[in-house]
């Protein structure tokens, strides 16, 4: 699938105004004490050194895309070689500046251009002028194919790319260049300024500062059932869709252990990693270890491929580990179809009155064609509709939203 970053004009949507903000109380935080187990199991992780400081990381399909001071690089047979640009313009990304992955393909920021990956190789993005003169410092995707947006976080302001319109945001007391980490769910956004966070209603135009010292937010990143989890050099924390907070030190004593990053694995958990190892986060437990690393060098950075590997970049290094969940059809994604939508799909439909057209969803070839349409429909809530079937949880819903995005494995 290659998807084609293009800006159109501003229109009538003009840039909101300076958003003004507002402090909340204190929230109440449980702080749980102690490091994670240790491994039960040894994770032997495969080594590929790199050309530069590793500064961005991503991973998309089998491959990870891993962006570092001098070039974009993939694995190609055993060892780290520089991504190939198809096309006209420049043959050589320079230093990567951020990295992100989005429904079929994985944005790179460098200094020589926005480019999107083909396969294993980058295409320069229609939009890559415009864009570039943002000085992008990082990049944030939320939603899919139909309806992604792209946050971006500029030297000068915080944009967001949307339906080809590009709005400038400005927050009242935030400075641009201080922001750490970014989540976007829906009509929320989650900013880490440093060590304060701030919740921007996009809809309201406003923007909440939550009156606690969290230290330095170094990720933010969203899982099932509306529970974010918060990297910091304070530990990992842990918000509840109701607003509740669990600060977990990842050390013991009264020590804490600085969360260099986090990712998302849609059928095990959050994965966390330290100055000692990678840990795993599940449910209300505390996390258990799952693997060691040597003795750390730089920060460390987390991203996912969809064949099962972890991949940690720091430093001058990346690490291969096969600590990830590999999500394919007839496994994990055709049992949640089966539950959720031939009720309504199958011929004849099983409740009594159904209209909606057959669709043979336990069908790979059939559900990989109404792949991107049935994401659409069930983020925006049109599918199951409401009344006539329980709708999809959250959980099961990440499961078949990184299936398509991945390449629909079988």
Excluded at 125 to 144: F, R
Excluded at 202 to 215: E, R, V
Excluded at 244 to 255: C, F, L, P, R, S
Excluded at 315 to 327: A, E, F, H, M
Aim: a negative charge; glycine letters at 10%.
């Amino acid at each position: 699938m290659c998807l084609v970053l293009q800006l159109v004009g501003c229109g009538s949507d003009p840039d909101p105004g300076p958003v003004e903000t507002e402090k909340a109380p204190p929230p109440e935080v449980t702080i749980v004490k102690g490091a994670p187990s240790d491994p039960v199991m040894p994770v032997e992780a495969t080594t590929f050194g790199t050309k530069g400081y590793v500064v961005a990381l991503d991973g998309l399909g089998s491959m990870p895309v891993v962006g570092t001071t001098v070039e974009a690089s993939t694995v190609m047979g055993d060892e780290l070689a520089a991504m190939e640009i198809w096309g006209e313009g420049p043959t050589l990304t320079g230093r990567v500046n951020a990295i992100v992955r989005r429904a079929g393909n994985v944005l790179v920021a460098a200094d020589s251009g926005v480019f999107h990956t083909l396969d294993d190789k980058l295409v320069l993005s229609p939009a890559s002028d415009t864009l570039s003169a943002l000085d992008i410092q990082s990049m944030h995707v939320t939603s899919g194919v139909a309806n992604e947006v792209i946050w971006i976080v500029a030297a000068d302001a915080l944009y967001e790319l949307k339906s080809g319109k590009l709005l400038k945001w400005s927050i009242e007391g935030a400075t641009p260049a201080a922001i750490t980490a970014l989540l976007a769910t829906g009509d929320a956004v989650y900013i880490g300024f440093g060590a304060q966070l701030y919740i921007l209603d996009t809809k309201a135009q406003k923007a909440t500062i939550i009156d606690y010292d969290f230290g330095a937010i170094n990720e933010i990143i969203s899982g099932p059932g509306g529970v974010l989890h918060i990297a910091t050099s304070q530990g990992l924390f842990e918000r509840k869709a109701e607003g509740v907070y669990t600060q977990y030190t990842m050390a013991d004593g009264e020590a804490v252990a600085e969360v260099d990053d986090i990712a998302f694995d849609a059928k095990q958990g959050t994965f966390i990693v330290t100055s000692t190892g990678i840990s795993l986060a599940t449910g209300d437990a505390a996390p258990v270890g799952m693997a060691t690393l040597g003795e750390q060098k730089a920060p460390r950075l987390m991203a996912f491929d969809d064949i099962g590997n972890l991949w940690v970049g720091e430093d001058q290094t990346v690490y291969r580990l096969p600590l990830g969940s590999k999500i394919g059809f007839a496994e994990d994604v055709r049992p949640i179809l089966e539950k959720h939508c031939m009720a309504c799909h199958a011929d004849p439909p099983t409740i009594q009155g159904e209209n909606a057209p057959a669709v043979n969803f336990l069908d790979y070839d059939t559900a990989t064609e109404y792949g991107a349409s049935t994401v659409l429909r069930i983020s925006t809530g049109q599918m199951p509709p409401a009344g006539k079937a329980d709708p999809v949880p959250p959980a099961e819903f990440e499961i078949v939203k990184r299936w398509q995005e991945g390449g629909q494995a079988p």
